[in-house]
């Protein structure tokens, strides 16, 4: 599990690098090629960003926490009746922003009392750069693949509030995680002072 945690962490680390490396490269050679490279590997790490936080909640789940429904989203999958009647699996990708959305509220399921919380203005932006990446990923006319400077703007303010919002669940996870650690040992301690007898030291 350790080593299935950290291959997930060094995948959307490598990702926010190569977004970082793209970036200097287009503010030192800003052409439109190095444009639509940048916004592909934004996307890339957003991508990244999701699969790493459903992967969280799959490894974590207790059996208790999602239905059924959302573990098969989060597995990426759906069910159907193939051509023998029987009921089979297929694979089923969430279009980007649904499944970004989905991957945030679902790891905020392993934190009691908090719920999904997206601004507005954030929202907003990243809806405008997947429409900017869909038009070079999937272009119809060449000027799909001109990048004016409003979009590279749409799509720097888009990949910013993605990380800012994978941040601040992974950061608000950690600190429920050290309140919750910080509790157990305040009970601990009063169940000894109480009894008065030795207890096994929790550090």
């Known amino acids: 599990m350790s080593n299935e945690r950290d291959h997930l962490k060094d995948l959307v680390v490598s990702t926010y690098e190569d977004v970082k490396i793209s970036h200097e490269i287009l503010q030192n050679n800003d052409s439109q090629y190095n444009r639509r490279t940048y ?30 429904a959302e573990i098969a989203l989060l597995n990426d999958e759906t069910y159907f009746l ?7 699996v297929r694979q089923n990708f969430l279009p980007v922003a649904d499944n970004f959305k989905f ?8 934190i009691p009392n908090k719920e999904l ?16 990446r869909n038009k070079i990923v999937h272009p119809k006319l060449l000027d799909d693949f001109v990048i004016s400077d409003s979009e590279l703007k749409i799509v720097e303010k888009a990949y910013e509030w993605v990380v800012s919002k994978v941040m601040y669940v992974l950061i608000y996870k950690i600190e429920y995680q ?3 650690i910080k509790e157990i040992k305040q009970k601990h301690k009063r169940i000894v002072e109480s009894n008065s007898v030795d207890a096994p030291d929790i550090r």
């Open 39 to 68: 916004i592909r590997t934004a996307f890339a790490a957003v991508e990244a960003s999701s699969y790493l936080l459903k992967q969280h909640c799959i490894n974590e789940n207790n059996g208790e926490i999602y239905s059924e």
């Open 178 to 180: 050290d309140a919750l």
């Open 82 to 88: 193939n051509n023998k009647a029987e009921g089979s």
């Open 103 to 110: 991957a945030i509220k679902m790891y905020l399921k392993l």
């Open 117 to 132: 919380e997206l601004d507005t203005v954030g929202w907003d932006y990243f809806k405008k750069a997947i429409a900017i």
